[in-house]
């Protein structure tokens, strides 16, 4: 059974640093790209993060360059993304997807499977 499992959303305060996981089961983890999105308030999702499986090597939005690191745990087949000096604006659904392609890119479709989304709220 294919499941991408989120946790770690909450409410936070503006500056606080919150830790997102999520647990990765039924799909082949071989070499694909694993990428964290979005999706703010009344708006579509967006890309955050995408992890090259084969390298590790991380690719971020400039939203989350400086503030957001991405990274996994093999052994756990999960990944992870560090938030911190979280901004009001970061107020988002936040969800983790696979993609086969080990190349995919930052489009909503390169991505075949998806999480439910953990909500994070940032307060001032």
């Known amino acids: 059974q294919v499941q991408l499992v989120e946790s770690g959303g909450g409410l936070a305060q503006a500056g606080d640093s919150l830790r997102l996981s999520c647990v990765v089961s039924?799909?082949?983890?071989?070499?694909?790209?694993m990428a964290w999105f979005r999706r703010l308030p009344g708006k579509d999702r967006e890309f955050v993060t995408i992890?090259?499986?084969?390298?590790?090597?991380?690719y971020y939005a400039d939203s989350a360059k400086g503030r957001f690191t991405m990274s996994r745990d093999d052994a756990r087949n999960t990944i992870y993304l560090q938030m911190n000096s979280l901004k009001l604006e970061d107020t988002a659904e936040y969800f983790c997807?696979?993609?086969?392609?080990?190349?995919?890119?930052?489009?909503?479709?390169?991505?075949?499977?998806w999480g439910q989304g953990t909500q994070v709220t940032v307060s001032s």
């Open positions: 997807a696979y993609s086969s392609n080990p190349y995919a890119g930052p489009q909503i479709s390169h991505y075949s499977s």
């Open positions: 039924g799909l082949p983890m071989d070499n694909p790209s």
């Open positions: 992890m090259r499986w084969s390298t590790g090597y991380v």
